[in-house]
């Protein structure tokens, strides 16, 4: 939340690790209100400037790529994220979606699901993650985003969140990183560019009896620049900001079993305007 930024999906960022201060479950039963604990929101805010740094560092100097874009073209007017029981994607490649309209539709579909790709649990690993940006970024932007991103996300930070060295949690513990898009607007629109922004909430933690970390949500706008390349949508920039965020609600926080039931249970959507 990925991650992946100013999850998903990092520079460095220090993060310090803080035993329960009771014994027993770490979600405890406590309601979770306004407040994050100090040890989760180091947790998420260096994931978060751990994703834009790198992002930022491989993206230096393509302003020109992306600035074509952004020069010409009207507008759009602006419009509610409505169905419009178009299908998204006729196909998937390697789990991600592929092959978006070209259209505004189409880029607010790509940038939707390309915010729930790059803020997967599979930017953790390296396998994964190399096949994840080559398949969204344009060539250009990828070939500069793949050594960046593997510097950050090093074994020295995946030890801190947690995690070995190949991205995987301790046997009994589940990593969970999600984004969940709740809206999309579009920017400039041209033929060939695109710059959409997705309204996102952010899952990230580690849910298990030994967690000190437990998962906690975070509100996000992460905003695309895309550019029409080999008969589909690609990533040319990225960046994100924090909010807009709701009034917290007043709800229990649920057990680590409950978490990981639920992450094991429930997948992901397939993103469509």
Do not use: C
Request: glycine share 14%; aromatic share 8%; net charge neutral.
């Amino acid at each position: 939340m990925s991650l992946g930024d100013d999850q998903g999906y990092g520079g460095a960022g220090e993060t310090r690790t803080r035993l329960p201060e009771r014994g027993g479950d770490p979600y405890g039963g406590a309601r979770r209100g306004g407040r994050s604990s100090s040890r989760s929101l180091v947790t998420v805010v260096g994931v978060v400037v751990l994703l834009i740094a790198a992002i930022a560092f491989a993206n230096r100097g393509d302003d020109s790529a992306s600035g074509g874009g952004k020069g010409s073209g009207d507008k759009p007017k602006a419009a509610a994220t409505a169905a419009s029981g178009t299908k998204p994607v006729p196909s998937k490649a390697g789990g991600i979606p592929t092959g978006f309209s070209r259209d505004q539709q189409g880029a607010e579909s790509a940038a939707a699901n390309y915010a729930v790709t790059l803020g997967s649990t599979g930017m953790f690993n390296a396998d994964s993650r190399h096949r994840i940006v080559e398949a969204l970024y344009t060539p250009t932007a990828a070939a500069k985003l793949q050594g960046a991103m593997d510097s950050a996300y090093s074994a020295s930070f995946l030890s801190r969140m947690g995690l070995d060295a190949n991205g995987n949690p301790p046997q009994g513990s589940t990593f969970v990183s999600r984004t969940i898009p709740v809206g999309t607007k579009t920017g400039q629109l041209t033929e060939s560019t695109a710059e959409v922004s997705v309204w996102y909430m952010g899952l990230i933690g580690m849910s298990g009896d030994k967690s000190t970390d437990p998962v906690t949500s975070t509100w996000k706008t992460w905003t695309f620049d895309l550019q029409w390349v080999d008969n589909d949508w690609k990533i040319v920039t990225d960046s994100q900001k924090d909010g807009p965020a709701p009034v917290p609600g007043d709800d229990k926080a649920a057990s680590s079993d409950q978490i990981s039931k639920a992450i094991e249970e429930y997948g992901g959507f397939t993103y469509a305007r």
